[in-house]
């Protein structure tokens, strides 16, 4: 029998861990994930999945995660039953996930290292020819 689900989308809001009463460190986090498809409109929707990290891989989540960082998710889904009332039970899924892959960083931060990327190329530029042209004065 198998039980895996893969996922690739972007984290949509901060992760923040929380550490439980026996001392458990969980974070859940969302992801959107855009499904394969058209709709009747002719665009893509988006669905927005519930993901919970436990302990170690909730550690490097919160670390080194952040809003608009796209993710690939190997996890499984477990199923919850709660009582509510005596004659009625509402059953759950939730999405656990085992393994993340950091996939790209997100489109702000993307700009941002553009736009760092452009400046020093620019200054490295100007001061590579003003060296050559020294150089050529020089001699």
Not at 22 to 50: H, M, P, S
Request: aromatic share 12%; glycine share 4%.
């Amino acid at each position: 029998m198998l039980n895996q689900l893969v996922l690739i989308g972007r984290i949509t809001h901060e992760p923040e861990a929380v550490i439980l009463e026996d001392g458990k460190k969980v974070l859940r986090f969302q992801l959107a994930v855009q499904r394969g498809f058209k709709n009747y409109d002719g665009e893509y929707d988006t669905d927005f999945i519930q993901v919970t990290a436990w302990e170690g891989l909730a550690t490097i989540v919160e670390s080194f995660v952040k809003k608009g960082v796209m993710l690939a998710v190997k996890a499984r889904i477990q199923t919850w039953q709660y009582q509510v009332t005596d004659d009625k039970k509402i059953s759950m899924l939730e999405v656990i996930a085992e393994k993340i892959t950091y996939l790209s960083t997100s489109k702000a931060k993307l700009e941002e290292e553009i736009k760092w990327f452009l400046f020093f190329n620019m200054i490295f530029c100007y001061n590579k020819s003003s060296i050559l042209r020294r150089w050529l004065v020089w001699r």
